[in-house]
C-alpha cells in the first residue's frame, strides 16, 4: 500500500499523533512498512513558512527538522510534474484556491495513492480519495 499525505498530517505524525484518527495511524503505518508514503514536494516549503512565521515552533532548525523526518518514515518526496502541474490547476475550483491543497491533491491522484488528510474540503472533494 502506497498513501500521500496533507503537510499537517505529516507534522502530527511527527509531533502530536494523537490528533490522527484510527484510520489515518493504521493507513500511514500499513504504508510506512509497504509501498512507502508520498509527500507532495511543495508540504517541504509549507512547513518552512510555518515555521518562519513561527507557527509551528520546535526545538530545531528547519534544516534538522526536515532530515529527522524525512528518516523518520518511509518517506517518497514526489517533485511537482509537468502532469501534476497541469492537474492542479484542472482542478480549480473544485477543490480550492490554495495552490498547495491542489497540487497535494493532484500528487495524490496522479500516483493513484489515496491521501490521507482531515481537511474536510479536501475530504469532500469526489477526484480525490481519502482517508481520515
Known sequence: MIVTVD??????????QDKLSRKAREAL????????IIICDI????ISMLME????????????????????RNYIVQPITPDIAYLSAKLYPK???DPADRLIA??????KAPLI?????LC????????W
Open 29 to 36: 503505518l500499513n504504508a510506512n512498512n509497504s509501498d512507502g
Open 106 to 111: 493532484a500528487t495524490s491522484i496522479y500516483r
Open 53 to 72: 512565521k513561527k507557527r509551528l515552533e520546535i526545538d530545531a532548525e528547519y534544516p534538522e527538522f526536515i532530515d529527522l523526518l524525512l528518516r523518520s
Open 95 to 97: 477543490i480550492n484556491a
Open 43 to 46: 508540504s517541504l516549503w509549507e
Open 7 to 16: 503537510t499537517h498530517i505529516m507534522i502530527w505524525d511527527a509531533l502530536s
Open 117 to 121: 488528510t482531515a481537511d474536510r474540503n
Open 124 to 131: 469532500q472533494a469526489d477526484s480525490v480519495i481519502s482517508i
